[in-house]
């Protein structure tokens, strides 16, 4: 893992009993006191792996709803198994805060089988870059989880419009002391979607998402996630991010995100 943050250094910190502190790295770019919704997604994904756990399957559907901002400070979350079974299983994770519901999530495990494979029949990416330019993000967003995050850029990028294939890695461990799942690493970066791959000018226009939908046919292998990402904005406010999930080997699955497309209100003093 690559590290700018310290050794000790996580988005999370235990509190015990389920509770949790927030760092800074968790910090989304449009407000100082809220979570991007990439380590809440990953935290929840821990909590349910956590929860129960069975080494013969793997989770191949996971929906996060982002019910309120998740606020840059404690959390507590619990899981628990809303639907056991020999074959496949829902699971569910809740986070609080303040004696509120911030975040839940759902998910699928399906049993592992001696099924025969077929291939993903989606374009493998190109690995990530050796020879790059550190991505600029605007100078409205604030650092935080961005800056918690190594990216690599093919095409596109957080300052540029359209369509955009990025390489993404985690600078610090979800929590202390421990390497990230392959299912944490991959929703930690899935939720950027929406951010690589803006439509509408970003000082004019808020495109919020309050869910992240991730499918996946296998678990990715690595530290690098690939997000091959592109948003659809339609007359009324609803948009709609869209990734293909790689790792170095190809395709692992996709991503999506609902999105409210909205104006932002003038700048003080206009």
């Avoid at 226009?205 to 690939?226: A, Q, S």
Wanted: net charge negative; with cysteine; charged share 20%.
């Amino acid at each position: 893992m690559s590290s700018i943050c310290g050794v000790a250094d996580s988005f999370y910190v235990p509190l015990g009993d389920g509770r949790w502190q927030a760092t800074v790295h968790t910090t989304g770019p449009w407000d100082a006191g809220s979570q991007h919704g990439g380590p809440p997604s990953a935290l929840l994904a821990r909590a349910m792996q956590d929860i129960s756990p069975r080494d013969d399957m793997m989770i191949a559907r996971f929906t996060c709803e982002i019910l309120r901002p998740v606020p840059v400070g404690e959390i507590s979350v619990a899981a628990r198994v809303a639907r056991p079974g020999r074959s496949v299983e829902m699971l569910e994770a809740v986070a609080s805060a303040g004696g509120r519901e911030v975040a839940k999530a759902t998910a699928w495990r399906v049993l592992r089988t001696a099924s025969e494979p077929v291939p993903s029949r989606l374009p493998a990416p190109a690995g990530p870059p050796e020879d790059y330019e550190p991505m600029r993000r605007p100078r409205s967003w604030g650092d935080g989880f961005l800056a918690a995050v190594e990216w690599r850029s093919i095409t596109g990028g957080f300052t540029k419009p359209g369509p955009a294939t990025i390489w993404a890695r985690l600078r610090c461990p979800l929590v202390p002391d421990e390497e990230p799942r392959p299912l944490d690493l991959v929703l930690s970066i899935a939720d950027s979607g929406n951010g690589v791959s803006w439509e509408l000018d970003i000082t004019r226009w808020h495109f919020i998402n309050p869910e992240l939908t991730v499918h996946l046919h296998r678990e990715p292998e690595g530290e690098w996630i690939c997000l091959d990402a592109q948003t659809a904005v339609s007359r009324g406010g609803a948009g709609l991010a869209t990734s293909v999930l790689s790792d170095r080997t190809g395709p692992v699955g996709v991503g999506a995100q609902s999105l409210l497309i909205a104006p932002r209100p003038p700048a003080s003093g206009h």
